[in-house]
């Protein structure tokens, strides 16, 4: 399987500041590749970059096996894309703005619109004018929009903002299927990191315009390790406790007090019986497994563990 994406040395500039600092991400053919990191980490303007919407102050974009540049139109048209928000008609329907988006990219199987609705749920509302949709709706056009053209790569900048429960496990099991059954590689950003956690194939975690790391969710299950969480109304005395009572270092407390206790040698009941004997009181001890939300964490913060 080779790569359909990837990114050399991508660097932007604005104003003096770098934003994006050479960056390099090689996306997988047929993946779901998560792109993650807080807000303002530089994921929006990369992939305004990948899509040509911004041109990158140094650095090169390769995108099925061509450079990209600014005459890239056939690269562009195998693209579908969602950045930062739709920007539709609002004073037509949801039908018209998808013929009309197949008028100017040159597509004229209208079989296609029928299917892109009935794949977002919008069938019952495509004559209804955009004017009138929630922004859940929206989002859903957004994509349906995007998946028309029948892309061989979609990008998606937060497409699950506006949804409901409902329909972001909707949009879950149609990422799903437009990889394993479309073949169509999706680069995803989110801040919904249990939703990645369900759908991605590989994971690149951005923070200040730099590349952290790029990893296989099938590697970060395999590091993610078991720990013993604490919850106490006295973390400042429990991590007193935890340090000089049991010779433990290796935990963390969380901005809400909660312990992390990271220390694989010592049971939750030998923890629970000190910290009580010590008059710290304890709301719960629980063994839990650390999730790719904990993995993000980790990696924002240095890679270490601190008390």
């Known amino acids: 399987m ?17 934003v994006v600092s050479n960056v390099n991400i090689k996306v997988k053919e047929g993946e779901i590749y ?56 609002d004073k037509l329907t949801a039908r018209e703005n998808l013929e009309l988006h197949c008028e100017y990219m040159g597509y004229h ?3 296609v619109i029928d299917e892109a609705l009935e794949l977002v749920n919008l069938r019952n509302v495509e004559y209804k004018l955009i004017n009138d949709f929630s922004l859940g709706m929206k989002q859903r056009l957004g994509i349906a929009r995007a998946i028309t053209t029948k892309p061989e790569l979609l990008i998606l900048d937060e497409p699950i903002n506006g949804l409901d429960p409902i329909g972001i496990k909707e949009l879950r099991n149609l990422f799903k299927m437009l990889s394993k059954e479309y073949g ?45 969480e604490l919850v106490t109304n006295d973390y400042k005395k429990a991590a007193y406790v935890l340090s000089r009572n049991l010779n433990i270092s290796n935990f963390r407390v969380e901005d809400n ?46 890679g270490g563990i601190s008390a």
């Open 2 to 18: 080779g790569y359909i994406l990837k990114t050399n040395n991508l660097s932007k500039i604005y104003d003096g500041n770098e």
């Open 34 to 89: 998560g792109f993650l990191g807080p807000n303002g980490a530089g994921k929006t303007t990369i992939m305004k970059m990948i899509t040509n919407l911004v041109k990158p102050t140094s650095g090169e974009i390769e995108i099925f096996g061509e450079n990209l540049t600014h005459k890239s139109y056939d690269i562009l048209k195998r693209i579908g894309s969602i950045i930062e928000y739709p920007i539709l008609y």
């Open 109 to 111: 199987d209208k079989k």
């Open 184 to 228: 169509i590689t999706i680069l995803i950003s989110s801040h919904i990191l249990a939703e990645i956690e369900l759908i991605a194939d590989t994971i690149g975690v951005i923070n200040n315009g730099k590349l952290l790391e790029e990893i296989s969710m099938e590697a970060v299950k395999e590091r993610n390790t078991e720990y013993i």
């Open 257 to 302: 007090g909660e312990i992390k206790i990271y220390d694989d040698n010592i049971s939750s009941n030998i923890i629970f019986k000190t910290l009580v004997l010590n008059d710290v009181e304890i709301e719960s001890v629980i063994k839990k497994k650390s999730s790719l939300e904990d993995y993000f964490l980790h990696l924002l913060n240095g």
